[in-house]
């Protein structure tokens, strides 16, 4: 990757892969002529795990055209018959004009033998780093609506069963009449550096020994972004920062969320740590960081994660040069 810039380039699930097409959403019958056409691609999304055909499987995957490993791509498919009888949701469209639906479905229950779905389910944290742009856009969009959609079943205001309209953006109380929209939840996540260039990183209560991370917190009602990564901060460490500077932001549908990303840096002080949020908290130097990862000492975060990015970006380097994924 070599040296990473002052932002976060190619950050994954960031860039855009569809056009949206929002103003087709109000067509009375967008589904049911999507659906009646079999140039459209599905996407089935099954719990929160979707059809994938991997590298090394007996079925085709996309190939980057320059010698290098296949990367993994959706199982899409043309719409049939039973797709009706489901939530459908319009995810917009390609530049070729080609239209992509997802259809939600329960996970399944139990393996398949050999050749059924289970075998080519995979979850958005297992592949989303791999997928092209609008793979990684069909994926994860689809995923947060169908979150959305099966935690928004009845009207906040009365309690009625609300029902998908608007291609699935939205859904509608059956007695009030009134509209609810898909929620996303915003977080702040930050890189805390000293005045020595040390990296703070933190273990969170229940998570396993070896697994830091760097800081993070959903923002508030009535809160700046730099406050919520002030706040956050102090909140669970005790600590004071200044010079709060965004770096990037990514779709994080686990399930509703918008991850915004930031460095800041702390004034000094003693860490207080907040003991329900916070396991055990440390300040690291490169070098001991990279001793500790290529020991195994510390899992490195996921590469489909904006809390690996921060953290190369203050390393210098990708983590895979030190311990490979």
Aim: one cysteine or more.
């Amino acid at each position: 990757m070599g040296l990473l810039t002052e932002t976060l380039p190619n950050l994954a699930l960031a860039r855009p892969g569809l056009d949206r097409h929002a103003e087709l959403r109000a067509e009375p019958d967008l589904l049911v002529r999507l659906l009646a056409d079999p140039s459209t691609r599905v996407l089935e999304v099954h719990g929160d795990r979707v059809p994938v055909l991997m590298a090394g499987g007996d079925r085709p995957v996309r190939s980057d055209g320059d010698g290098s490993a296949a990367a993994p791509v959706l199982d899409l498919r043309a719409p049939v018959a039973a797709d009706a009888d489901a939530l459908v949701l319009f995810l917009g469209q390609d530049g070729d004009g080609t239209a992509y639906l997802a259809v939600a479905r329960p996970a399944p229950e139990v393996e398949e033998p050999d050749g059924g779905v289970w075998e080519r389910l995979r979850g958005l944290r297992q592949v989303g780093a791999d997928l092209s742009d609008r793979d990684a856009t069909i994926f994860a969009t689809a995923l947060a609506l169908a979150n959305w959609h099966a935690t928004h079943g009845h009207c906040p205001r009365c309690g009625h069963p609300t029902e998908p309209i608007q291609a699935g953006w939205l859904r509608r109380c059956g007695r009030d009449g009134s509209e609810h929209y898909p929620r996303t939840d915003v977080a702040v996540i930050m890189s805390v550096v000293d005045d020595r260039d040390r990296l703070l990183l933190a273990r969170g209560a229940g998570w396993g020994a070896g697994r830091f991370s760097v800081l993070a917190g959903f923002l508030e009602p009535g809160e700046s972004l730099a406050a919520a990564v002030a706040r956050e901060v102090h909140e669970e460490v005790g600590l004071q920062v200044h010079g709060v500077e965004y770096l990037g932001d990514q779709p994080w549908p686990f399930p509703n969320s918008l991850m915004v990303g930031f460095t800041a840096r702390a004034t000094g002080g003693e860490l207080r740590l907040q003991e329900s949020e916070i396991a055990e908290a440390r300040w690291f130097t490169r070098e001991e960081y990279r001793e500790i990862l290529a020991a195994g000492e510390v899992s490195p975060s996921t590469r489909l994660s904006i809390a690996r990015r921060l953290i190369e970006r203050w390393l210098g380097h990708d983590l895979a040069q030190v311990a490979p994924d």
